[in-house]
């Protein structure tokens, strides 16, 4: 059988998801598709759940790590023993919507390098509450990035770092197009390992369509990147997207809108909680932030709110008032 659709689950003590994860692929129509699970040497019963599952489907392979080797290298072990045409990255505690995986066998038979699909954010019991966006685009739309305005258009679109890769599970990439792309190790380490291979892809000239539908449904308050708190996992994605812009986008404009996506997905009242809980060290974070554009009038409002409790309250009044207001009121509180 040829494989068309690899669904790649990198995980790691995942016991208590992963059957639910891998139960919502094979609900859906599996012709042509298989599931590969590449395993970081989990403590938990993970093997165990998988190897029950091989034997209702026999298309799951499975690889277990002898030692954990970080996100980064499993993330690129999962599409390594992958055989499709394609695979789909899936987090091992989140799911596909049904129908989702007959969508993509029918999206990628246009053979575009990279889909990217919108979710559902859910509860961590899994149940949804809001679909979340990744482009500011009302429709499907394939981007050509050997046009240099298409890259500009879909980096300016960008509403949060899952539109340029942050957010694993609604990607799907040729395999082919993953594997001409050089891997640089440096980037090990980083948590981005497959941001940097798709980035690559998209600084090279490649074609991505943007399938406005959401297709899987994301577990929230499971993040595994965030055991050592909040600081670390905002230090995490600064890092990581400024190494990835240094090494990728020469050309300083592209660059620069690319890294001001950050400002969307941190915008300032989420800084002024962080800086309220680590005031010791946001001199040093502060230095940081200067090349993603946040304004003189971001870090004022950070200073001043991050700076007493009573407006740290008044914080997140205001983040549900900008969560809940039209988009023209959004633009206007995204200034500040």
Not at 246 to 254: A, G, H, M, N, R
Request: aromatic fraction near 14%; charged fraction near 25%.
């Amino acid at each position: 059988m040829t494989i068309r659709l690899s669904i790649c689950i990198p995980t790691f003590n995942r016991a208590a998801f992963i059957e639910e994860t891998i139960e919502s692929v094979l609900s859906q129509n599996m012709d042509g598709v298989e599931i590969v699970v590449s395993d970081n040497c989990s403590q938990d019963d993970t093997e165990k759940i998988v190897h029950q599952l091989q034997q209702k489907f026999s298309r799951i392979t499975y690889f277990r790590w002898e030692a954990n080797k970080g996100a980064d290298l499993n993330y690129l072990k999962a599409v390594e023993i992958a055989r499709g045409e394609y695979c789909w990255l899936l987090g091992s505690d989140d799911a596909l919507i049904p129908g989702a995986v007959s969508r993509v066998i029918s999206e990628i038979k246009q053979g575009y390098d990279i889909y990217l699909c919108n979710r559902i954010d859910c509860s961590y019991s899994l149940q949804p509450f809001k679909k979340f966006n990744w482009l500011n685009k009302s429709a499907d739309k394939v981007f050509d990035f050997r046009q240099r305005e298409d890259i500009v258009d879909y980096f300016k679109s960008a509403r949060a770092l899952g539109a340029v890769f942050s957010y694993l599970s609604s990607i799907i990439v040729n395999r082919s197009s993953w594997n001409s792309v050089d891997y640089d190790s440096t980037m090990t380490g980083t948590a981005y390992s497959h941001a940097y291979i798709l980035l690559a892809l998209v600084a090279d000239g490649a074609k991505l369509k943007y399938v406005h539908d959401a297709l899987v449904m994301n577990r929230m308050g499971n993040d595994s990147f965030a055991q050592d708190g909040e600081l670390q996992r905002f230090l995490l994605d600064i890092d990581g997207y400024l190494k990835l812009a240094s090494k990728l986008f020469v050309d300083e404009e592209v660059r620069s809108i690319f890294l001001n996506i950050m400002t969307h997905e941190h915008p300032w009242y989420r800084l002024a909680k962080i800086k309220y809980f680590n005031k010791d060290k946001w001199t040093i974070v502060q230095d940081r932030l200067y090349p993603f554009g946040y304004s003189n009038r971001s870090f004022i409002a950070i200073k001043l709110i991050g700076s007493t409790p009573y407006l740290i309250k008044i914080m997140r009044i205001l983040k549900r008032v900008y969560e809940s207001t039209s988009t023209w009121l959004q633009k206007w509180f995204a200034k500040i």
